[in-house]
């Protein structure tokens, strides 16, 4: 009996894809960590101020914007594969490019397209990964996805810290991207076409073909796959928009506190009272492994507690760790870092959700556009919040600053209160055509 993209079993092809398809939220997590642990030797040597230490640390999530919201949709028109490993490649050149940097508006222009390489990415990965998997194995791959972020990041605080008292060490930090994103395009070439994709665009037989030698002769494509084309309108139609609004929201208000932790933790923890230099990187360094940890757990209860449920608690409880840091920031330091902790822990759900809701929330012909977009508006809220963060801590102070941050996550309660949905279970195509209440 043929069997269906939805219910084969997990095979090496599968852990190969996701392993490889990580490489952009993993280069995400380690370009945007490094450059906090940079500036605190770049910012006297290149004589930053605020403007500038702002600009730069924001840079990078400018480029996501654009990336985001350009190859989404490219990706859509022309396929999954075609830019799976040359945006790679240009992480590499752009990597090394960086050692050589002599000034600020240099450093903020290699940045902003290492960010424009990396937004590509992340719709081109994340839909060809979700396009092959079966759905028993859907939130599990996209927590995977999730989690690697946080590696990335923690690879980046072990990295900073053994090159912060070496001289020129920001040289160094700044082009070592270019080592993971070399092994990342070793290990994609010969990455096949998404078989949904191709079946979107009526390409039955090259669907069959791929399907049959990733899984088997017994596999088949999935059959309830509709060709379509890809037109931005129909993320605008009735039921869409509203999809797109929540997963926007959810999106900023997951990732923006938590790039703010990451891309000025050393500053953050210093203004707390936790430490200077190593110390505050270390703490860098246990936060990052908390964030790690929280999402091992909401791979499994995104599939026992459901989709929805978990979205709602986790928000509750992040909005209440950021209020404890925001209204107590004398506090003791056991409930600074509990409340760090809390928060940290409870962002695996929604750091999953955010990359599996819009894969499938969304049809084929539109999925990367959706997710690009998404990532796009995501991160020019938070590159706004980047380049003000400095000014809110010199200004405000940590209390207020970190209110600001409990305002965004409540944001992100209350979307997920009006509209998130249960996927639980479905095939991508059921939970594309679920319309939000």
């Known amino acids: 009996m043929a069997r269906t993209l939805e219910d084969l079993e997990f095979n090496p092809f599968l852990k190969k894809l996701i392993i490889m398809s990580s490489g952009g939220p993993f280069l995400d997590g380690y370009i945007m960590v490094i450059i906090g642990l940079a500036l605190t030797q770049l910012g006297p040597r290149l004589n930053l101020d605020v403007f500038w230490t702002g600009l730069i640390g924001a840079s990078a999530l400018a480029g ?5 919201l350009v190859f989404g949709y490219v990706t859509d028109l022309v396929g999954r594969q075609l830019m799976f490993t040359i945006d790679l490649i240009a992480i590499i050149i752009l990597s090394i490019l960086q050692i050589f940097i002599t000034t600020p508006l240099e450093l903020f222009i ?22 092959f998997t079966p759905r028993k194995y859907r939130a599990m791959s996209m927590g995977f996805i999730a989690a690697v972020w ?16 070496v001289n020129g060490g920001w040289r160094w930090m700044l ?69 797109l609004l929540f997963i926007v929201i959810l999106y900023t208000a997951q990732v923006l506190p938590m790039y703010a932790i990451y891309t000025f933790g050393p500053q953050i923890l210093n203004a707390f009272g936790l430490g200077t230099g190593k110390m505050a990187v270390l703490g860098d360094v246990v936060i990052s492994a908390v964030f790690l940890l929280g999402c091992i757990p909401a791979m ?35 409930i600074i870092i509990g409340s760090f902790a809390l928060y940290a822990f409870c962002s695996g759900g929604p750091g999953i959700l955010e990359w599996l809701y819009p ?59 009006a509209w998130a949905p249960e996927t639980k279970g479905m095939t991508l ?5 679920l319309i939000s209440q």
């Open 175 to 243: 082009g070592s991207a270019a080592i993971p994103a070399l092994i990342l395009v070793i290990g994609r070439l010969g990455t096949p076409e998404s078989p949904r994709w191709l079946v979107s665009k009526g390409r039955h037989d090259e669907a069959r073909v791929i399907v049959k030698r990733v899984f088997g002769p017994d596999a088949e494509p999935i059959l309830d796959e509709q060709s379509a084309r890809t037109q931005l309108s129909k993320l605008f139609a009735a039921g869409y928009f509203k999809k």
């Open 429 to 433: 195509s059921q939970s594309s055509k």
């Open 64 to 68: 996501l914007f654009v990336g985001g």
């Open 300 to 334: 499994f209860w995104l599939e026992s507690i459901g989709r929805r449920s978990l979205c709602i608690a986790s928000f509750v409880l992040m909005s209440l760790a950021m209020l404890a840091l925001g209204l107590f920031p004398a506090a003791p330091l056991v």
């Open 110 to 131: 290699l940045r902003f397209a290492v960010g424009i390489v990396v937004g590509a990415d992340y719709p081109i990965a994340t839909a060809l990964i979700v396009e």
């Open 150 to 165: 946080y590696v990335g990041a923690t690879v980046a605080d072990i990295v900073g810290c053994f090159l912060l008292d």
């Open 359 to 417: 894969n499938e929330l969304f049809p084929t012909e539109v999925r990367a556009t959706a997710i690009g977009i998404a990532v796009a508006f995501s991160k020019i809220c938070t590159f706004i919040a980047m380049f003000v963060l400095p000014y809110s801590l010199k200004e405000y102070g940590i209390g207020t600053t970190m209110l600001i941050g409990a305002a965004i996550t409540i944001a992100g309660l209350a979307a997920s209160i």
